[in-house]
T-cell receptor
Framework: GQNIDQPTEMTATEGAIVQINCTYQ??????LFWYQQHAGEAPTFLSY????GLEEKGRFSSFLSRSKGYSYLLLKELQMKDSASYLC???????????FGTGTLLAVQP | GAVVSQHPSRVICKSGTSVKIECRSL??????MFWYRQFPKQSLMLMAT?????????EQGVEKDKFLINHASLTLSTLTVTSAHPEDSSFYIC????????????FGPGTRLTVL
């Protein structure tokens, strides 16, 4: 079967660092996406990991361990505008379907 | 690049009517488009995969006769919610697959459907 597990909600302080974890079990795996979604809006692309290790892109970094079925998204120097849902989405198989987790609702407080 | 539009952005209709939602890839050709539904405070649920020139592939539990999908060209897919009921009220989002086949999807802005 397919299963994705993320914390439902997290709270962090402006300027701090937060790590959002994601564990997954999928039939077939090509890579894993992280998307950001503000309320009432469509998801926007943040990162894509294919190989094990850390991918850094500005204030956002994403890590993948394929053997452990584990990924995390690291957000540094948090800003109020980072308050949003963060969606972990592994993909695999010939159909290129993305399977979305429930998302983690991050609240950044002053 | 990689812009996807949806129309309308918001629609309110009466129970029993049908609603059509359009999804267009504006600057690239998308052989595959995806339709999602998202209820409040829940994640995106894939409804169907739309392939240009062929029948859509529906996810388990999604009624193909109620949610009609047409992918007539490489830049346009439509979702028609037939005989809509209040429980169909949701946020409908389409996405287009990257032409490179990388798996990345570019999302439209979504359509908020409210059925009275």
């Amino acid at each position: 079967g397919q299963n994705i597990d993320q914390p439902t909600e997290m709270t962090a302080t402006e300027g701090a660092i937060v790590q959002i974890n994601c564990t997954y079990q999928t039939s077939g795996f090509n890579g894993l996406f992280w998307y950001q979604q503000h309320a009432g809006e469509a998801p926007t692309f943040l990162s894509y990991n294919v190989l094990d290790g850390l991918e850094e892109k500005g204030r956002f970094s994403s890590f993948l361990s394929r053997s452990k079925g584990y990924s995390y998204l690291l957000l540094k120097e948090l800003q109020m505008k980072d308050s949003a849902s963060y969606l972990c989405a592994p993909h695999g198989g010939a159909t290129n379907k993305l399977i979305f987790g429930t998302g983690t609702l991050l609240a950044v407080q002053p | 690049g990689a812009v996807v539009s949806q129309h309308p952005s918001r629609v309110i209709c009466k129970s029993g009517t049908s609603v059509k939602i359009e999804c267009r890839s504006l600057d690239f050709q998308a052989t595959t488009m995806f339709w999602y539904r998202q209820f409040p405070k829940q994640s995106l649920m894939l409804m169907a995969t739309s392939n240009e020139g062929s029948k859509a592939t529906y996810e388990q539990g999604v009624e193909k006769d109620k949610f009609l999908i047409n992918h007539a060209s490489l830049t346009l897919s439509t979702l028609t919610v037939t005989s809509a009921h209040p429980e169909d009220s949701s946020f409908y989002i389409c996405s287009a697959g990257a032409a490179s086949g990388s798996g990345e999807q570019f999302f439209g802005p979504g359509t908020r459907l409210t059925v009275l």
